[in-house]
């Protein structure tokens, strides 16, 4: 049986297939359109996700959007009516695309695709929650899943056990994290559904001074998690902006304007809603192991993806276990809502041991062969040597070790935002300057922005906090004391940005300024090059940590094919390349010229 599910129209438009219970491919739509967060109708990735299979739509038994559009439109119009007579002009700019598309999608499927089977529809939450317990390895487990809204829901949380899910309590729209956190992802000067993880990594640089006028003002914050907003701050149900001149009178200016110059006060900022979250976050899975009695939990939707509350959530001790989407926002979606198909609505058994889950590292996209690569290159005129896999670790550990930058594209393309050793920048975690550079020179991005590690799984606990696997770099813990380099004076002569020049541990490039990484963990079974090449670094140098960051540049979404790698490649100050077994150096390589067009990209996002 061959379940697609689709998740669009509002952002990270993808598209999953499953085939007999079994995951087998899922890719975001902006993967192919190079449109980042790309919400237009998975096309591509549906066409994809068809052919890896070797199916039409004919051999389709199902297709299932991941929500409820008549709910969700009848919440528009509710909240409209709400707040009339300013919230008309809102509504009145939503119509039009929802009389010719959102209203529509059973014919739009139907007229897209040229399908004619069953079309069915999960709710939004439901789908989050599917995507939480079902690829999860647990027989039972609690769910709970956040996000900024759904048709109604903002976050819910319940059950799972063998092929069922169960939704006990919800949180109602407007009151919403999800929402709250862009509030002020919007008002520190960043972009609402992709900045958010900036305002995160903003936050270790500044004080929570403003954590008490959150709660006083903003919120109404219940021991059980739950809250009520003061709505007379924000403006998202009746204007455009997601503050208002309320808000900017209470925290004494208006928004930054973007790409303007980040001052200690936004650092402040970003410090303060950072502590509010993970305190609502707390007090959520506290109630949530009170109310279910599970021990282990599942997490999904975009607040999921706030790794540090994630790591706080498996430190305080109430769950022995979590899980976290990889894809938790709404791509992720499309997952849930084909798994909710396959196991609860036509009632077949679930696979769980406890050990393994079925997200298969999240490794669920389009794969090239070598046949593929290497006759791109010729047809580039591309400088390469190829390689052998057997003596690619070596090759590429030694290179890291010498200082150097590399792209590393094999296998499938990562489901979800994070790059998991599929699509990847690697660099040496032990060299001071290599944060820096590699945001200001190969990332193009802020150069507060911290990177993350991949550390081999045997060899996490001895150099973080960590007692468990991280494969999809979903959890945020403290290093090690015994690699802690102590600032002098605690660092407390340092203010914003100058704690960037100190170095704090062994393996400084991947170090925040409060002493964490978001780590990931790899296992040979999951991604044996990958784990072989920071093994064999681990063998030259006594570190089994290596940076890992994503094969792309601000403003464009993870590369996909071997032509988004080789541009991406040629316009950066990488070093090295390893393509598939195919090894460019960049000082072989014909320069390009420079595209204008490509450098407004990150100068304006």
């Known amino acids: 049986m061959n379940i697609l599910g689709i998740s669009c129209f509002y952002h990270d438009s993808a598209a999953c297939l499953v085939h007999d219970g079994e995951i087998v491919a899922a890719v975001q739509e902006e993967r192919f359109t190079r449109k980042k967060h790309d919400f237009a109708f998975p096309t591509h990735s549906i066409n994809w996700c068809l052919r890896e299979c070797g199916i039409t739509i004919k051999d389709l038994n199902y297709v299932v959007f991941y929500d409820k559009p008549l709910i969700k439109f009848e919440r528009i119009l509710e909240t409209s009516l709400t707040y009339a007579p300013s919230g008309i002009s809102q509504f009145i700019q939503a119509i039009p695309l929802w009389l010719k598309q959102k209203l529509w999608i059973p014919e739009f499927i139907q007229r897209e695709l040229n399908y004619k089977g069953k079309i069915l529809f999960a709710s939004h939450h439901e789908s989050h929650a599917a995507s939480a317990f079902y690829p999860s390895?647990?027989?039972?487990?609690?769910?709970?899943?956040?996000?900024?809204?759904?048709?109604?829901?903002?976050?819910?949380?319940?059950?799972?056990?063998?092929?069922?899910?169960?939704?006990?309590?919800?949180?109602?729209?407007?009151?919403?994290?999800?929402?709250?956190?862009?509030?002020?992802?919007?008002?520190?000067?960043?972009?609402?559904?992709?900045?958010?993880?900036?305002?995160?990594?903003?936050?270790?640089?500044?004080?929570?001074?403003?954590?008490?006028?959150?709660?006083?003002e903003l919120l109404d914050l219940k021991e059980d998690g739950s809250f009520k907003l003061n709505m007379k701050y924000f403006g998202y149900c009746n204007t455009l902006r997601m503050t208002n001149k309320n808000f900017d009178k209470l925290f004494g200016a208006p928004p930054r304007k973007p790409?303007?110059?980040?001052?200690?006060?936004?650092?402040?900022?970003?410090?303060?809603?950072?502590?509010?979250?993970?305190?609502?976050?707390?007090?959520?899975?506290?109630?949530?192991?009170?109310?279910?009695?599970?021990?282990?939990?599942?997490?999904?939707?975009?607040?999921?993806?706030?790794?540090?509350?994630?790591?706080?959530?498996?430190?305080?001790?109430?769950?022995?276990?979590?899980?976290?989407?990889?894809?938790?926002?709404?791509?992720?979606?499309?997952?849930?809502?084909?798994?909710?198909?396959?196991?609860?609505?036509?009632?077949?058994?679930?696979?769980?041991?406890?050990?393994?889950?079925?997200?298969?590292?999240?490794?669920?996209?389009?794969?090239?062969?070598?046949?593929?690569?290497?006759?791109?290159?010729?047809?580039?005129?591309?400088?390469?040597?190829?390689?052998?896999?057997?003596?690619i670790p070596e090759k590429v550990s030694e290179i890291i070790a010498q200082g150097n930058v590399v792209g590393w594209f094999q296998g499938r393309l990562e489901f979800g935002p994070r790059a998991l050793g599929a699509r990847s920048i690697i660099g040496d975690a032990r060299n001071p300057e290599m944060q820096s550079r590699m945001n200001l020179k190969i990332k193009y991005r802020e150069s507060f922005r911290p990177f993350a590690p991949t550390v081999l799984s045997e060899k996490v606990s001895d150099w973080f906090e960590l007692e468990k696997e991280s494969p999809y770099m979903l959890l945020v813990a403290p290093i090690k004391a015994k690699i802690k380099i102590e600032v002098k004076d605690n660092g407390t002569n340092l203010s914003g940005f100058e704690k960037l020049k100190v170095k704090r541990s062994e393996i400084p490039a991947v170090t925040h300024v409060d002493y964490s990484a978001r780590v990931q963990t790899i296992k040979r079974d999951d991604n044996p090059l990958y784990y072989d090449t920071i093994n064999a670094f681990y063998k030259k140098t006594g570190c089994p940590v290596i940076i890992n960051t994503s094969f792309n540049v601000r403003g464009e979404p993870l590369v996909c094919s071997p032509e988004d790698a080789l541009k991406c490649f040629l316009r950066t100050e990488m070093d090295y390349l390893i393509i598939g077994c195919f090894l460019l150096q960049k000082k072989e390589q014909e320069p390009l010229q420079k595209d204008i067009k490509w450098q407004k990209v990150f100068e304006l996002d």
């Open 259 to 391: 790409e303007t110059k980040i001052a200690q006060r936004e650092m402040d900022i970003a410090a303060s809603i950072q502590k509010v979250t993970e305190e609502i976050v707390l007090r959520i899975a506290k109630h949530v192991h009170k109310t279910t009695g599970m021990d282990k939990i599942c997490l999904a939707g975009g607040v999921a993806l706030n790794c540090v509350s994630n790591g706080k959530i498996l430190r305080a001790g109430h769950f022995k276990d979590i899980w976290v989407q990889p894809a938790s926002g709404d791509a992720g979606g499309a997952v849930g809502a084909a798994l909710l198909i396959w196991h609860k609505y036509l009632g077949n058994k679930r696979f769980a041991d406890e050990k393994h889950d079925q997200q298969k590292c999240s490794l669920l996209g389009p794969y090239y062969s070598d046949d593929y690569i290497e006759s791109f290159l010729k047809k580039e005129k591309a400088s390469y040597r190829k390689l052998s896999y057997s003596e």
């Open 137 to 216: 390895p647990f027989k039972e487990a609690a769910f709970l899943t956040m996000d900024g809204v759904g048709e109604w829901d903002t976050a819910s949380f319940g059950i799972g056990k063998d092929n069922g899910i169960k939704i006990l309590e919800t949180l109602r729209f407007p009151h919403s994290l999800g929402l709250l956190y862009s509030a002020f992802t919007y008002y520190t000067g960043f972009k609402v559904n992709s900045g958010e993880y900036k305002v995160m990594g903003l936050a270790p640089y500044g004080e929570p001074k403003y954590v008490d006028l959150i709660l006083n």
